[in-house]
C-alpha cells in the first residue's frame, strides 16, 4: 500500500454503458499503484459498476449529451469514489429494499444495495451542478467479509 501520498484520478465520461469498462480500467489501475489485496477488487468494483449504471439508466436517462464525473482518491489505506450525474436527482429511502419478500423477483434497488453491501459508507446527495452525486468509502486492507 503507498504511504502518505495520495493517488487520484478524475474522469467526465458520456452517459454510455460502455463507458463503464473505463472506468473499472481506471479503479483497478489505482488499485494496483496503491498495492491492494486482489480480494477487495471484485467488491470494488462491483460497487462502481452499480453506481455509474445508476448515473447513466436512471439519473441521465441514457442521454449521451449528459456527462457522469467520477472521482477516485486513495488515501491513508482507504479509498474514496465520487459519481456525479446530470438528472434530476432522487430519494433513495424511497428505493424498495431488494430483500423484501415482495421485491425479491424485481429488479430495481439491487445497485444501491450492493454498494452498501461492499462499500463502509454511501451516501447520496444533490450534487453541485444538479443532479445526484454518490460518495462511496471503503478500507483497502484485506478482509474476510465483503466490506471493510
Known amino acids: 500500500m503507498t504511504g502518505n501520498s495520495p493517488l487520484q ?19 483497478l489501475d489505482l488499485c494496483r499503484r496503491a ?18 449504471a445508476n448515473a447513466v439508466r436512471h439519473g ?44 425479491l423477483l424485481r429488479p430495481s434497488g439491487r445497485g444501491i444495495f450492493y454498494m452498501r453491501r461492499f462499500m463502509r459508507r454511501v451516501e447520496f446527495e444533490r450534487a453541485a451542478a444538479g443532479g445526484t452525486s454518490v460518495l462511496m468509502e471503503r478500507d483497502l486492507k484485506s478482509s474476510d467479509s465483503d466490506h471493510g
Open 35 to 52: 498495492g491492494c489485496a486482489d480480494d477487495i477488487e471484485y467488491p470494488l468494483v462491483t460497487a462502481l459498476r452499480e453506481a455509474i
Open 60 to 103: 441521465n436517462r441514457q442521454d449521451p449529451a449528459r456527462l457522469v464525473r467520477l472521482e477516485y482518491r486513495i488515501s491513508n489505506g482507504s479509498i474514496t469514489i465520487r459519481v456525479d450525474d446530470e438528472g434530476e436527482g432522487f430519494d433513495p429511502s424511497a428505493v424498495p429494499d431488494p430483500t423484501a419478500e415482495a421485491n
Open 9 to 27: 484520478a478524475n474522469l467526465i465520461l458520456a452517459s454510455r454503458f460502455e463507458n463503464i469498462e473505463v472506468a473499472e480500467h481506471t479503479l
